[in-house]
């Protein structure tokens, strides 16, 4: 479980390894992405995409 404020409490979030994400790949959060160097964290209403370089892509929803 991640914590992500007031607003959330404590959310079930699944652990992505970096190194099995496939360009293309779409991960919503929330989640966790692991890999040797970075860890990078999607609240809940965000989305990754791993483009074709390999890079993540991060969405955050526009505040109503």
């Given at each position: 479980e991640v914590y992500f404020g007031a607003e959330?409490?404590?959310v079930e979030t699944p652990v992505y390894a970096r190194h099995l994400l496939d360009a293309q790949a779409r991960v919503t959060g929330p989640a966790?992405?692991?890999e040797m160097s970075s860890t990078v964290?999607?609240?809940p209403a965000m989305q990754a995409?791993?483009?074709a370089l390999g890079n993540i892509v991060v969405k955050t929803q526009a505040a109503p």
């Open positions: 959330h409490g404590w966790v992405i692991e964290v999607l609240a995409t791993v483009d």
